[in-house]
Each structure stands twice: as C-alpha cells, then as structure tokens.
C-alpha cells in the first residue's frame, strides 16, 4: 500500500549551496568533520552518514523566513554527493530511534496547538496520516525526540 503522505529531505539547491561553501541559517559556513557513523543522519539522502565519511555540521532552519515558531537547530549533510530521498516510505533515519518528535503547522508555517507528541517509531507514519487529514495542517515537521534537531518533514502525497 503506497503511504498518503511523502517524506520531504532538504532540497538540492539548498544542499549544493551549502557544499559550495554558503552560509547556513545561522549565517556561518558549515563545519566539516567525519562521521563516525553513529546518530548522523544527512537530511539530503535520509540516510546515516557512514563511518569514515565526511560530512558538514550546519544550523538548519526549515521555514521560508525568522519568525517565533521557526526553530534552527544543529543538522548534518553526507559533504559529498548523494541521492535525494524521493519522499516514499519511511526514511531509513527515521527508523534509528524508538520514537520521534512531531509537529504540525498551518500554511503560516505555525505550530497548529495539540498536533506536537512524542510517538513511537512504529506508529509514524499513521500518526502523521491522521494529523494531515486535518486541512488546516500543511505539512509535519519530525525531530529528534532527545534533541529536537530536524529530520525532516512530511507533506500530502500528490
């Protein structure tokens, strides 16, 4: 059964940016380091970096503009190529964890009040189905329930 929603990873262009050498949310170039393949999740492929590889550390704000509800927080990108996550099925960085912190907003980009809990990894994605049957949310932002740092967001399937 193909799922109702799709899983949304940081954009290219946001991505081939930020390798080039662009500023992060926070106005800073990304940091470099290298994985030691444990808890660093690329927002681009959706996938942990591997052991060995390199990888940049930036402030990642995934809103349009600074507003009161728009978190920054830490992210990690592969510092090389990879594949985009194509949005179908559950991403394998969000099956690391046993649970996950999710938030709903309005096409304002606002928290929309009593969407956000902490839910177990196997009831994700029919957690998120439920809140996106509801037409005032736009779009649900999962985090890392320890912390909060984003993963990634999941939207309405075509």
């Known amino acids: 059964m193909t799922s109702q929603h799709l899983y ?45 590889k390199g990888m940049l550390v930036l402030g990642h704000r995934p809103f349009p503009r600074p507003q009161p509800y728009a978190e920054t927080g830490p992210v990690f990108l592969c510092a090389e190529a990879c594949q985009g996550w194509k949005g179908e099925g ?6 690391s964890s046993p649970d996950y912190l999710i938030k709903s907003y ?11 809990a902490i839910v177990k990894t196997q009831d994700l994605d029919q957690e998120i189905a439920r809140r996106l049957e509801d037409p005032e949310i736009a779009y649900v932002d999962v985090r890392s329930a320890r912390n909060n740092c984003s993963q990634c967001r999941a939207v309405r399937a075509p």
């Open 8 to 52: 949304i990873p940081m954009t290219i262009e946001e991505v081939q940016a930020l390798r080039s050498g662009g500023f992060d949310a926070n106005g800073q170039p990304p940091e470099y380091a290298i994985s030691d393949g444990v808890g660093a999740p690329c927002r681009h492929c959706l996938r942990n970096i591997p052991a060995g």
């Open 90 to 95: 559950l991403p394998p960085i969000l099956r």
């Open 106 to 116: 309005t096409t304002a980009h606002r928290i929309k009040y009593g969407t956000g």
